[in-house]
């Protein structure tokens, strides 16, 4: 079934560990999304790739960052994590955002839920 | 900055009834509005896209509306029925910039 894939589901991590969230997508699409989704807040874009090879800071960067090194991958890293990082991250792809037009509607992975202890 | 609300956190109507979510915007020009479904424990689903010159767009039971000058985007489920129980997010687009989520409507049809 096309679509996206989140790995781990969940995980508890202590403060200060290294983490790495996995997001596959098999639709071909070239852009792809990180979002952590907090109670309150919605969702709040953390990083995004319009492309293999390239990427760009969302809203709230600080403390992660991503890598695009092929259509299909694109991995979100803690590199030290805090207990403020604790929530869900969803993972999405659209299809390539053509300049003049709407941003095209994302798909979504089922989301990792992460507490930093 | 940009402020995106919705309805209350939670809304609760009689299976059968129209639930009507809204979504309010502040310091934003969006040119197109989509909204999405979000079932407990499962990533949002794309429901509906509207542009900023359409003023309806109806899917099967849902319809949307859009309002630039009241700023402000209406959700209609009719016959409502408690599979439709989920939170709803709306997302601002303004020709791919600054695409935001708002924080969601939990929405409970109750039979």
């Known amino acids: 079934i096309a679509g996206i894939t989140q790995a781990p589901t969940s995980q508890i991590l202590a403060a200060g560990r290294r983490m790495t969230l996995r997001c596959t997508q098999d639709?071909?699409?070239?852009?792809m999304y990180w979002y952590r989704q907090d109670l309150g807040l919605g969702l709040r874009l953390i990083h995004y790739?319009?492309?293999?090879?390239?990427?760009g800071k969302g809203e709230v960067p600080d403390g992660y960052s991503v890598s695009r090194a092929n259509t299909d991958d694109f991995p979100l890293t803690l590199a030290s994590a805090v207990p403020s990082q604790t929530s869900v991250y969803f993972c999405?792809?659209?299809?390539?955002?053509?300049?003049?037009?709407?941003?095209?509607?994302?798909?979504f992975g089922d989301g990792t839920r992460l507490s930093i202890l | 900055s940009q402020k995106i609300e919705q309805n209350s956190e939670a809304l609760n109507i009689q299976e059968g009834k129209t639930a009507t979510l809204t979504c309010n915007y502040t310091?934003?020009?969006?040119?197109?509005l989509q909204w999405y479904r979000q079932d407990p424990g499962r990533g949002p689903v794309f429901l509906l896209l509207?542009?900023?010159?359409?003023k309806e767009k109806r899917k099967e039971r849902l319809k949307v509306t859009f309002d630039t000058t009241l700023k402000q985007s209406l959700f209609h489920i009719t016959a409502s029925q408690p599979a439709d129980s989920a939170t709803y997010l709306c997302?601002?687009?303004?020709?791919?910039?600054?695409?935001?989520f708002g924080p969601g409507t939990r929405l409970s049809v109750l039979p």
């Open positions: 999405a792809s659209s299809d390539p955002f053509l300049v003049g037009t709407a941003t095209q509607p994302q798909h």
């Open positions: 997302a601002l687009d303004n020709y791919g910039q600054n695409f935001v």
């Open positions: 639709m071909r699409h070239n852009a």
């Open positions: 310091n934003y020009s969006p040119a197109y």
């Open positions: 509207i542009r900023e010159n359409e």
């Open positions: 790739s319009n492309t293999a090879g390239t990427t």
